[in-house]
Nanobody, 123 residues
Framework: QVQLVESGGGLVQPGDSLRLSCAAS????????MGWFRQAPGKEREFVAA????????YYADSVKGRFTISRDNAKGTVYLQMNSLKPEDTAVYYC????????????????WGQGTQVTVSS
């Protein structure tokens, strides 16, 4: 089964950019659709973005559309989340997740999760 490890989080100021990475190992990464979710303190985990197996189709939450871009490199077994124009409300722990074949915006449909990486947007 695929195992996932996120990296790239940190403390940034409003308007800054960050790129998160999620490296997969131990399985057929190219058979997995991938998603990014986030969870702020006291809130439920929410969908951010998803990408299909080959990377040709992407899907975003309205709150990040136009600011965030999800992409993947199957040769490297990695999925990325480029985050631009960051806002304080983007502060959360960001998780990548995978599920076979088809992406979803529901966290309950994902089988594999990373440990999360903290993103803090503050002046």
């Amino acid at each position: 089964q695929v195992q996932l490890v996120e990296s790239g989080g940190g403390l940034v100021q409003p308007g800054d950019s960050l790129r998160l990475s999620c490296a997969a190992s131990g399985g057929a990464f190219s058979n997995y659709a991938m998603g990014w979710f986030r969870q702020a303190p006291g809130k439920e985990r929410e969908f951010v973005a998803a990408i299909n197996m080959r990377g040709g189709n992407t899907y975003y939450a309205d709150s990040v559309k136009g600011r965030f871009t999800i992409s993947r490199d199957n040769a490297k077994g990695t999925v990325y989340l480029q985050m631009n124009s960051l806002k304080p409300e983007d502060t959360a722990v960001y998780y990548c997740a995978g599920r076979p074949f088809y992406y979803s915006d529901s966290h309950s449909r994902y089988d594999v999760w990373g440990q999360g990486t903290q993103v803090t947007v503050s002046s």
